[in-house]
Structure formats: C-alpha cells, structure tokens
T-cell receptor, first 111, second 112 residues
Framework: QKEVEQNSGPLSVPEGAIASLNCTYSDRGSQSFFWYRQYSGKSPELIMFIYSNGDKEDGRFTAQLNKASQYVSLLIRDSQPSDSATYLC???????????FGKGITLSVRP | DTAVSQTPKYLVTQMGNDKSIKCEQNLGHDTMYWYKQDSKKFLKIMFS???????INETVPNRFSPKSPDKAHLNLHINSLELGDSAVYFC???????????FGPGTRLTVT
C-alpha cells in the first residue's frame, strides 16, 4: 500500500455544490495532515492542515480526520469555478519534516 | 515581497549538458527542500537541508547535487542531463520541527 493514496478523480461538480476530496494513509502513527491546492501551471499552496480527529473549518473549507479509519477528507462548500485545481494531500513520513504527497485529485467546478 | 523565489523559471537544454537552478527564501525559515513534479503531476521530494546540513537525501541519481551556501539559499546542480530529467522542479521552505512547507514558483526543465 502506498503511503498516501488519492484514488478518486478527476472530480467535476456544479457551481454551488459540495466537493468532497478523500485521502487515505498507511502510517497509523501519522499525527498531522496537510491539504495543498495547485492551480494549473502554478506551485502548490498550503490551504489546510489538521492534527486532531474530527473537523476543522476555515471559511468554505472543512478538513475531516478519522485516524481509526486512516483517512482525511477535504470538503469545499459552495464550490466556485475558482476552486478548480488539483488538490494534494500530504502526510509526514519519517523524520526531518519530510512530507509525502498523494498524486492529487483534479477538481473542476462547472459554472 | 516575502516569498520563495527560483531562477530560472524555464530551462530548455540538450541532453548531456550541465545546468543549475537557484532558490532563495526570505521567510526566515531554516529548512529548504527540492521536489520534482513529473508529467503526471506526482510531487516527490529529492533533498532537504536544515541550516546548510543535508537531512533528506532520497533515491536520486548522483548526477543531482544540491548545495546550500546558507539557510536562505538552496541550489540544485544537474550533470549530464537526460530526457527523463524533464520535469518541474520546486523549491520549498519551512521551519524545522514543523511540516508546513511553502513552495517557490517552480522551474520547468525541458531536456531535448
């Protein structure tokens, strides 16, 4: 099993809908989880991180963490065309602040 | 502006050549990284330096040699470039002991 898996996608939702992006990880000891957004031709940008089980909300974005099931999700409410991008899940693996990234999920929000 | 910057933004070169990419950050971070993003958009770490010391050295051909003259700068030199080296190379920085990383704009390397 890969350390970080993002298997669904690409994802297309209509404007105003909720987009749900999922990520699973293999290391039960992982304590923190990161979501990056990458617009086409641009660099990854950190948008959310979560350390505790449960939900963390920031504006239209909610990160959900379930350590027992080893998955972390990103929900985007009231999706906008400007949310169209690739979303990368990242999990610390090993020492020295090393992050392992999933392959990303490409989200397209249809006007 | 406070940021992570990279030069050059684009690099087109022929197989066999040697090239360098430079990165600078003025965020006051003490850890810097090099990532490679291939055509399938998979982002993979290559190297990391903390205060000029190499702390992450993934399985990367030894044609790739990073150098950090100080904690604000990280360079990547690539010898004998191959077609498979074509990718976008991102520099990132962060604070040691944390995992939040901030990326530069990337250098698109094309080897012909």
């Amino acid at each position: 099993q890969k350390e970080v898996e993002q298997n669904s996608g690409p994802l297309s939702v209509p404007e105003g809908a909720i987009a749900s992006l999922n990520c699973t990880y293999s290391d039960r000891g992982s304590q923190s989880f990161f979501w990056y957004r990458q617009y086409s031709g641009k660099s990854p940008e950190l948008i959310m991180f979560i350390y505790s089980n449960g939900d963390k909300e920031d504006g239209r974005f909610t990160a959900q963490l379930n350590k027992a099931s080893q998955y972390v999700s990103l929900l985007i409410r009231d999706s906008q065309p400007s949310d169209s991008a690739t979303y990368l899940c990242a999990v610390p693996t090993g020492a020295n602040s090393k992050l392992t990234f999933g392959k990303g999920i490409t989200l397209s929000v249809r006007p | 502006d406070t940021a992570v910057s990279q030069t050059p933004k684009y690099l087109v070169t022929q197989m066999g050549n040697d090239k360098s990419i430079k990165c600078e950050q003025n965020l006051g971070h003490d850890t810097m990284y090099w990532y490679k993003q291939d055509s399938k958009k998979f982002l993979k770490i290559m190297f990391s330096y903390n205060n000029k010391e190499l702390i992450i050295n993934e399985t990367v051909p030894n044609r790739f040699s990073p150098k950090s003259p100080d904690k604000a700068h990280l360079n990547l030199h690539i010898n004998s470039l191959e077609l498979g080296d074509s990718a976008v190379y991102f520099c990132a920085s962060g604070r040691s002991g944390t995992y939040e990383q901030y990326f530069g704009p990337g250098t698109r390397l094309t080897v012909t």
